[in-house]
């Protein structure tokens, strides 16, 4: 979800704690279709058969466990990482990017001043496989709420831990509030990041 896109869009938030939008906004549920089907049936045995998924540079790396939805504080249980463990990787980020800077200045070079492929190429040099840049981009919306409203962010954890819900579904989720935040602030997304001293080293446009 694109929030620039959702301008003209009025957020309700039912008691069944699913978004709708209305107006020109207005998101409409696809019907599926037997053959919509198979090709979805067909992509996802391709995407089991893959043990391996391209990684930034070209590189195979392993296919990670995912996330699951946890409560601020709680450890996450087995093999699978908690949303703390997640919020932290983006604070590793903001590290690796002032070594990136502290070497750029020692070597005379024009210092990076956001996260781009170059501290996440530093990151990995450094050990720190587990941090890349499709699965920082892919939760940076939720880092984001996380800063900007923890009180919320938290609520929004307990609520879908409490349901059971998968990690998607909370990642869903985290999109509504930033639209709120978002509209208050005339839409400028990129100046909201700018504003804040955790979230000006992440590119607004990647929400």
């Known amino acids: 979800m694109n929030i620039g896109s959702c301008k003209d869009s009025t957020l309700i938030l039912q008691n069944s704690n699913q978004a709708q939008f209305c107006g020109s906004g207005l998101i409409g549920v696809p019907e599926h279709s037997s053959e919509s089907d198979e090709r979805k049936a067909d992509t996802n045995k391709q995407k089991r058969r893959r043990s391996k998924e391209p990684g930034e540079d070209g590189e195979d790396r392993p296919r990670e466990h995912p996330f699951i939805v946890t409560e601020p504080g709680e450890l996450a249980r087995g093999k699978k990482n908690g949303l703390d463990y997640l919020f932290d990787l983006y604070e590793q980020c903001g590290k690796f990017l002032l070594e990136v800077q502290r070497i750029a200045k020692e070597k005379g070079e024009k210092c990076p ?95």
């Not at 409203?149 to 909370?170: F, T």
Request: aromatic share 12%; charged share 25%; proline share 2%.
């Open 113 to 207: 001043t956001k996260v781009t492929n170059q501290v996440f190429r530093h990151a990995k040099h450094n050990g720190a496989v587990y941090i890349n840049k499709p699965k920082m981009r892919h939760y940076v919306h939720c880092y984001a709420l996380h800063c900007l409203d923890s009180e919320q962010s938290n609520h929004l954890r307990r609520i879908y831990k409490e349901r059971g819900e998968n990690v998607g579904a909370w990642r869903q989720a985290c999109y509504y509030p930033l639209v709120a935040i978002a509209r208050e602030n005339n839409w400028d997304i990129e100046g909201i990041f700018n504003r804040n001293e955790k979230l000006k080293i992440w590119l607004a446009y990647q929400i």
